[in-house]
């Protein structure tokens, strides 16, 4: 299973960015998507996550009314809406997906996508 994000890169304070993460399986299979960030000199942190089903989400407080994670079945792709961009959003942004796939629980990581925000 291969997890590739796009969509990062260099934006001013206060603009927008919106990351994507296509799965090489059908998004049947996974429960709950997820994105995370590392800062440099920090540890990865929780950014949002988007369960299965009814689609349920969840962000971490500091993104809140700023970013909204949302996931397309049919394409397999996870999205990450990026708005009201601040300097302290600058990390490598990593998606993740859990589920399971022939009675087997798995756990994966993508490469992750730099974003850098300029004040």
């Known amino acids: 299973v291969q997890l590739v994000e796009s969509g990062g890169g260099l934006v001013q304070a206060g603009g927008s960015l919106r990351l994507s993460c296509a799965a090489s399986?059908?998004?049947?299979?996974?429960?709950?998507m997820g994105w995370y960030r590392q800062a440099p000199g920090k540890q990865r942190e929780l950014v949002a996550t988007?369960?299965?089903?009814?689609?349920?989400?969840n962000y971490a407080d500091s993104v809140k009314g700023r970013f909204t994670i949302s996931r397309d079945n049919a394409k397999s792709t996870m999205y990450l809406q990026m708005n009201s961009l601040k300097p302290e959003d600058t990390a490598v942004y990593y998606c993740?997906?859990?589920?399971?796939?022939?009675?087997?629980?798995?756990?994966?990581w993508g490469q992750g996508t730099q974003v850098t925000v300029s004040s």
């Open positions: 399986i059908s998004t049947e299979s996974i429960n709950t």
């Open positions: 988007i369960a299965s089903g009814r689609g349920s989400t």
């Open positions: 993740r997906a859990l589920g399971r796939r022939v009675g087997v629980a798995f756990d994966y």
